[in-house]
Structure formats: C-alpha cells, structure tokens
C-alpha cells in the first residue's frame, strides 16, 4: 500500500503488522517519526514493524559502500541518509515501539523490527 506519511491519514484502522523497505534512508526524518507514531497507532500489542536498508551502527558506517551510498543520498536530497540505528530505535521507543530483533542481510542492509508495547 502506498503511504505518504507525511501527509496522508492512516489508510486502515488497524494493522496486524507492517512492513517498510528501504524508506527510512530516502525519506525526510520527520517520515520516520510519522511512521513510529503510525505503527503505535494501528499495531496491537506485540505487532511487529518491519525495516530493511542500511543502518550506521553507534554513529559508524558499517561498510564503505554504505558510506559512499549515504554520501550520493545527501548530494541528491541532504535531508536524505543512512540513518544512525540507534537514533531509529530511540523514536521508535518514545512512539511507543521496542527494538525486538536486528539480522545481519546482504549487501550491508539489516532487517530490524520493533514491537509494539501493551498501553
């Protein structure tokens, strides 16, 4: 489903999981945060958000390539780029998500999922 966060209202009511691939890094950060706040807004409790891209670890690029792609993104939109996981997670948490898993997958990028917390 396609989704402006930054300007379209919720599309559903409600959501037994949701699922954003490679978003956060060509977005604005103000889309994440819209997207944290949608997730606890339509997940149950313990429903999961889905991520995938690439992610800095603690402020650190985890491989060149993902440095030198963080660097094309900004020249093509500086609100554009890889985006600092730690930095995802703490919005993630004050919408109301916690950080449940984060795998290593090919090419650099990482699933990572947040589940919603019971109100």
């Given at each position: 489903m396609r989704l402006d966060l930054l300007a379209d209202p919720a599309p559903v009511p409600q959501a037994?999981?949701?699922v954003c691939i490679n978003m956060v890094h060509i977005s604005p950060w103000p889309a994440t945060a819209a997207l944290m706040r949608l997730a606890a807004d339509l997940l149950p409790a313990d429903g999961p958000l889905y991520l995938y891209g690439?992610?800095?670890r603690?402020?650190?690029h985890t491989a060149p390539?993902?440095?030198a792609f963080d660097a094309d993104l900004k020249s093509r939109n500086p609100?554009?780029?890889v985006r600092d996981l730690e930095s995802v997670a703490a919005c993630a948490d004050a919408a109301g998500l916690t950080l449940a898993d984060v795998i290593p997958m090919p090419a650099n990028n990482?699933?990572?999922v947040f589940r919603r917390r019971p109100t």
């Open positions: 037994e999981a949701l690439p992610y800095k603690d402020g650190a390539s993902n440095a609100a554009w780029g990482v699933s990572v």
